[in-house]
């Protein structure tokens, strides 16, 4: 997720590692960790080449590849812009346009156009401002959205 100094993504910088017990290190340009197939991904807003090599000497782990890439090719080049679901206009955080809903699309959130958080909002879009069907601190943690206009029932962030 973006934390200051960072207000979007530009470039991002991704090594991949085998093994999934490599901790994610603790680096202010660390945008995230993701673990697959026995297999870890390190992603950097910056280049981080010697403390990916010390975190692999110190874990016995292999980086086996690693990446520089526009964050519009991490899209797929699709750009991460405001679109609606309903009656709900979500947008990505560094968007200044109107918005109930606002999301750090990250890395791996994505631009917001695949079934769950599209599902999600269709959701949301039926429940009323007084309903309590969502409980904060649900499985919505898994998704980094946030709403800015409160909503009577679900409190200012899910």
């Not at 390190?42 to 874990?59: A, S, T, Y």
């Not at 782990?61 to 991460?80: I, K, N, P, S, T």
């Not at 955080?93 to 890395?107: C, K, L, N, Q, T």
Request: aromatic share 10%; glycine share 6%; proline share 11%.
């Amino acid at each position: 997720m973006l934390k200051p100094p960072y207000t979007r993504y530009d470039r991002i910088y991704t090594y991949h590692v085998d093994g999934s017990t490599l901790p994610a290190p603790y680096d202010p340009d660390l945008i995230g960790t993701w673990e697959e197939d026995d297999k870890t991904i390190l992603i950097f807003h910056r280049p981080k080449d010697e403390l990916v090599r010390e975190l692999c000497r110190k874990h016995s782990c292999r980086l086996f590849y690693q990446a520089d890439l526009d964050y519009a090719d991490w899209e797929m080049g699709r750009e991460v812009v405001p679109f609606t679901v309903g009656p709900l206009t979500i947008a990505p955080v560094w968007d200044p346009g109107e918005a109930d809903i606002r999301i750090d699309p990250s890395v791996v959130f994505g631009n917001g156009f695949t079934r769950p958080p599209v599902s999600a909002c269709k959701a949301l879009s039926t429940i009323g401002p007084d309903s309590r069907k969502i409980s904060p601190g649900s499985t919505w943690d898994a998704a980094p959205v946030c709403f800015p206009l409160p909503l009577s029932g679900l409190g200012a962030h899910l």
